[in-house]
């Protein structure tokens, strides 16, 4: 506690901020500047973190510089405890970010690695689909994609329903085949 009579009291850097005073930032800068950029280093990953930080600090400073009261802490105190503030939730914000390194933790943390793997099969089993016949490939469309039954497909292209159904059946087999040879030849070359 200062006992000097108030008129004999030094004027505070964050007073004179407050005040509007045109050269209190620049020596609240000098002043303080060494301790801010030290607690910004400390709580900082990197050195533009920290640089980042400076700058919310000092302009909290400056905003709350009216709000100092000698009364209650010294200069130093108040500043060191918006800067500690600052640098706390500065700190819980990256916390709350997740940490993903890959594309592929992404979906195996999301829980999608499944949904990603049966979208690449699915791209896989079309691409074994267009290389089949096209009245093959044709009946397995209106079944798969349009939801036909066998019987509306024989009704729909006149080809007896023994036939279509021949025609569907033998081309998932291909399809499974194909997928399941990539599938065997893959897991070789991860093992191998």
Known sequence: MNFLPLEQQPVTILKRIAAGEPTAVEDCIKQYGRLIWGLAK?????????????????TEIW???ARFDEQKAKEITFIALIARRRLIDRVRRV????NVHSLEEVFVTAGYESAVYKQIEAKQAVKVMNGLRTEQREMMYLN?????????????T???????KTHIRRGFKRVRDAMSYKFRKDSNAITA
């Not at 400390?42 to 000092?58: N, P």
């Not at 916390?95 to 997740?98: L, N, V």
């Open 144 to 156: 798969i994609y349009e939801g036909m039954s066998h019987g509306e497909i024989a009704d729909r």
């Open 95 to 98: 916390y709350r970010r997740p």
């Open 42 to 58: 400390k709580y900082s990953v990197t050195r533009e973190d920290a640089e980042d930080a400076v700058q919310e600090i000092f």
């Open 63 to 65: 905003q709350n510089a």
């Open 158 to 164: 006149g080809i007896p329903l023994g036939t279509v």
